[in-house]
């Protein structure tokens, strides 16, 4: 076989200090979890809402697997579409105030699926500069020409849909995932109406956490099925269990189902998890003093950031960076953060542009205030000495 330069590859990632690893948690995921036989205050999870190891989330997925078995056991349009999926899918519809919903295995996945469905050669789509990268691989899937503005840039984003032909649809993040900040949605909406353009909201950081039921941002902002057409949330983050729906009008929902291939030609998540998200669901709709203490703790991490003179960003989430810039320097400041056993992710490029890496600090409704202040103690501890 001939060789892939796999050594060569391996070589320069590591030295551009670009190496990841995965590690592996001794623990289920919470604000306290275990790494090597050590125990750490995490502020690194996307569990916004405290919800992945909830105990009637835990049961749900018990007594799902005792009625429905594990498997889903074909795709949907086989025999792999049980009563639980169907629920799960008008449960998603009902709250965020679309005609229907539909199930997939992973957000990354529903992006690939709506985007590669509505979307070919000739047509146009334009993301925000700093979509995720699902949303980037699903244009390129795609086959549609595509444009990159300014992040929340309008004027940017005006001049590219002057040019844009075919159908054009314009994709961004609600809630930025390494930023943490919001897109302008109605300004968004506002040019699209003008341009006839389509958009598409990828709501991942925000559904369960923003909104007055926690239906996300298009909750926030009031925007209607007409404004947004396509919206995508994800299951695995303020949900606490796994996998992602695409929400809009019955048409569109049909046309995923005859047209998107991720959909067509992939077996359906277990039944008994589509329980577990039913349950989790129900918790997020009632259990509002969730959002409400996530609110007073980024108030409180903010302020107490902002005394320490630390690089906050300009953001309102539960997604709150620190940036530092060098990605080396990011990963000691992790490890040092480390020592003093808090567990906080280096993020460095590409997934965030370069010479921006950051520290990723989430917070979550199951921190207390006392979780805060340990972060905020050992933050002043170390950043004064690294950032001088
Ligand atoms: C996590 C994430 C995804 C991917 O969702 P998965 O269910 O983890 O595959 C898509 N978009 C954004 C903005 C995300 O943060």
């Known amino acids: 076989m001939k060789s892939l330069n796999l050594k060569e590859r391996l070589a320069q990632q590591q030295a551009a200090q670009l190496y990841r690893r995965p590690v592996c948690l001794e623990s289920p995921q919470g604000v306290q979890i275990r790494i090597q036989g050590r125990e750490y205050l995490s502020f690194a999870s996307n569990d916004y809402l405290g919800l992945a190891n909830h105990p009637d989330v835990v049961a749900a997925l018990q007594q799902g697997a005792a009625t429905w078995g594990v498997g889903g056991g074909a795709a949907h349009l086989v025999t792999g579409h049980l009563l639980p999926h169907q629920q799960l899918e008008e449960a998603l519809a009902h709250w965020t105030g679309r005609e229907r919903a539909l199930l997939f295995s992973s957000g990354y996945q529903a992006n690939l699926a709506v985007i590669s469905a509505l979307l070919g050669s000739g047509d146009t789509l334009l993301h925000d500069r700093l979509n995720h990268a699902s949303l980037l691989d699903a244009g390129r899937l795609s086959g549609a020409r595509f444009s990159r503005y300014l992040h929340n840039d309008m004027d940017s984003l005006s001049t590219r849909l002057s040019r844009a032909r075919g159908n054009t649809l314009i994709a961004t993040d609600g809630v930025f995932s390494m930023d943490g900040d919001l897109a302008p949605l109605p300004d968004i909406c506002r040019l699209a109406q003008q341009q006839d353009a389509w958009v598409m909201v990828d709501d991942a950081h925000g559904l369960g956490v923003l909104g007055k039921t926690g239906a996300g941002s298009l909750e926030l902002f009031n925007l209607s099925s007409q404004e947004v057409p ?6 695995g983050k303020a949900l606490g269990t796994s996998g992602a729906f695409i929400a809009g009008s019955h048409e569109l929902i049909e046309a995923l189902i005859q047209f998107a291939r991720p959909y067509i030609y992939s077996t359906s998540s277990s039944p008994a998890l589509a329980c577990a998200t039913l349950e989790s669901l129900r918790i997020v709709q009632k259990e509002h003093w969730r959002r409400q203490h996530l609110q007073q703790l980024i108030a409180l991490f903010r302020q107490g950031a902002q005394t320490l003179g630390l690089q906050l960003m300009p953001s309102t989430t539960a997604i709150q960076p620190i940036l530092i810039g060098d990605s080396a320097q990011a990963m000691r400041l992790a ?19 370069n010479s921006s890496a950051r520290l990723r600090i989430t917070l979550s409704a199951a921190h207390s205030t006392a979780h805060i202040e340990r972060l905020l103690e050992t933050l002043a501890n170390i950043l004064p000495k690294e950032q001088e």
């Open 230 to 235: 396509v919206l995508m949330g994800t299951l």
């Open 335 to 353: 490890q040092q953060l480390q020592e003093h056993d808090l567990w906080i992710t280096a993020i460095r490029p590409p997934t965030v542009p």
